[in-house]
């Protein structure tokens, strides 16, 4: 996880990690057993299984939206794209899960799946999409 050193009056520099990155060291430290395909949003998964077969990058456009606050126009600044583009992979995001975009429980579903996958992918070198797979 990323951290930065921080001076410590007591006992020299200190490690902080971002909490959310900090919450999912702890959690794969104690329950490691769990690949995150397990408990992550099933919409999330359908994403990431779209992504890959079709090469596509469904997942990268539907968080830049919610980290935008589902504004189109900043969305599509920051994946490079129109926002005709976004709007058509919204609408493609929507057929294949079924979600609601406008419902904050499957945002916040989406979002704790999302840094789930990441960091079990960055930092401790799982693939997902193999590990789900194997479940099936």
């Known amino acids: 996880p990323e951290y930065r050193n921080l001076p410590c009056a007591r006992s020299g520099p200190a490690k902080a990690y971002w909490i959310v990155e900090a919450g999912y060291k702890y ?16 919409a999330h998964m359908t994403i990431c299984g779209y992504d890959e077969k079709h090469n596509t990058n469904l997942n990268t456009v ?11 126009e900043k969305t599509a600044k920051d994946c490079f794209m129109h926002r005709n583009t976004v709007k058509n992979k919204l ?5 294949l899960t079924n ?5 904050p429980t499957t945002f916040m579903s989406l979002i704790v ?9 960055n930092y ?4 997902i999409l193999s590990d789900f797979d194997h479940m099936k």
């Not at 329950?31 to 949003?41: D, G, K, M, W």
């Not at 830049?64 to 606050?69: D, E, G, L």
């Not at 401790?124 to 693939?127: A, C, P």
């Open 91 to 95: 609408k493609l995001i929507t057929s």
């Open 27 to 42: 959690f794969y430290n104690n329950v490691s057993q769990f690949a995150p395909t397990i408990l992550s949003s099933p």
């Open 99 to 103: 979600i609601n975009l406008d419902d």
């Open 124 to 127: 401790m070198g799982g693939d």
């Open 113 to 121: 799946s999302n840094y789930m996958t990441n960091y079990y992918i």
């Open 62 to 72: 539907l968080f830049s939206y919610i980290r935008n606050s589902k504004n189109l």
